[in-house]
């Protein structure tokens, strides 16, 4: 079974830290993503990686960045938190491009930040 | 760009029945995918189905069926025999596969389904 893990189910941030979600998955995808989601707005892609070191902006990178350094962990960094951040963050991965594959979740991090 | 819309932002069914839960979608691309996830309300998402844009028959997997007509550009999902489990939040997403499927998904508003005994 394809697993992907977060690090945090539930976080706590003040404004202004520097905050990590880490996702890994364990089944070799090229493919790893980050959505947010927010009630009655569904999910919204922030950033997507298809290889090691590379990543695309999704349609809504701003406040974000990412890091993939290896192939199975993607990290997501709101590099000062603010309370508009405040959500359920869901990490995916897939597998290669060229292929259309279903994308499998992870259990999600709700962040608070206050 | 893509859009997504789901009409329906809750839905009450009786348990047994056929349920169809809507969806239209928008794009330019000439070639794209749509899929079908559920989230129970533990949180976990559950992929469902897919439907290629070039796939000439409806695509069905067990109980669910995703009813696809390109010209209307809808997709809607059905469940045949619903099931108390089935209630959920269920979520239409499609993507581009113009940069050969590795693209993001964008996902509809999506709609709660209670389904009653």
């Known amino acids: 079974d394809v697993k992907v893990t977060q690090s945090s189910r539930y976080l706590v941030k003040r404004t202004g830290e520097k905050v990590f979600l880490e996702c890994v998955q364990d089944?070799?995808?090229?493919?790893m993503f980050w959505y947010r989601q927010d009630p009655g707005l569904g999910l919204r892609l922030i950033y997507f990686?298809?290889?090691?070191?590379?990543?695309e902006k999704g349609d809504i990178p701003e406040g974000y960045s990412v890091s993939r350094e290896k192939k199975e962990r993607f990290s997501l960094i709101l590099e000062s938190a603010s309370t508009n951040q405040t959500s359920m963050y869901l990490c995916?991965?897939?597998?290669?491009?060229?292929?259309?594959?279903?994308?499998?979740f992870g259990p999600g991090t709700r962040l608070t930040v206050l | 760009a893509q859009k997504i819309t789901q009409t329906q932002p809750g839905m009450f069914v009786q348990e047994k029945e056929a349920v169809t839960l809507d969806c239209t979608y928008d794009?330019?691309?000439?070639?794209?995918?749509l899929f079908w996830y559920k989230q129970p309300s533990s949180g976990e998402m559950i992929f469902l189905i897919y439907?290629?844009?070039?796939?000439?028959q409806n695509a069905t997997e067990g109980r669910y069926s995703l009813n696809f007509q390109k010209a209307r550009k809808s997709a809607n999902l059905v469940i045949s025999a619903s099931q108390l489990g089935d209630s959920a939040m269920y979520f239409c997403?499609?993507?581009?596969?113009?940069?050969?499927?590795?693209?993001?998904?964008?996902f509809g508003k999506g709609t709660h389904l209670i389904i009653q005994p």
């Open positions: 995916a991965s897939s597998l290669e491009e060229g292929a259309v594959n279903e994308q499998f």
């Open positions: 089944m070799d995808h090229e493919n």
């Open positions: 990686s298809y290889d090691v070191k590379m990543k």
């Open positions: 794009t330019s691309d000439p070639s794209y995918g």
């Open positions: 439907q290629g844009s070039y796939d000439q």
């Open positions: 997403a499609m993507t581009s596969l113009e940069g050969g499927g590795a693209d993001g998904l964008t």
